[in-house]
């Protein structure tokens, strides 16, 4: 019998109704076969990443319990921004819907199209905060307890909407 694996995504949306978009992924996470959506941040308004100019980005965090593999879940995800018009074109584009794997487990994974946990969480707020609102004290393997890591960061602008 396959073990539930406590798992994290974040979530992010700038084009289109972002809170709408945000909304359905924590909507299609919670259906997502041999997948429980256990914890659900609140929205966050935030700057962009990178150097393409853009709106700003509404983000959010899942927590989840799940029997499925990493690269199933990743599949998952990717099939969930799809369905909502994403298209990968631009690095650190604009975005109809982000779904990042951040943790899975106690796992680190090195793989071609996944590295778990997500090798940005430490330096990006807009992560961080999310997923301090559903897992304060969660280790991130390598890294070190979320609320942590969002103390030592600076004040990004990142500022807490409503309830998700």
Known sequence: MTAWIPAYVGIGSNLGD??????????????????????????????????????????AAAGLLTKLSALDLLAALRATESAQGRVRSERWGPRTLDLD????????????????????????????????????ALDVPGMGRVEELLRRLPDDGIAGLVAA
Do not use: C, M
């Open 18 to 59: 972002s809170r709408a978009r945000v909304g359905a992924a924590f909507d299609a996470l919670g259906a997502l076969v041999d997948t429980k959506l256990v914890a659900r941040s609140r929205l966050y308004r935030t700057r962009p990443f990178g150097p393409v100019q853009q709106g700003d980005f509404i983000n």
């Open 101 to 136: 794997l951040l943790v899975y487990g106690d796992r680190r994974i090195a793989e071609a199209d996944l590295v778990v946990p997500h090798p940005g969480i430490a330096e990006r707020g807009f992560v961080l905060a999310p997923l301090n609102d559903i897992a304060p």
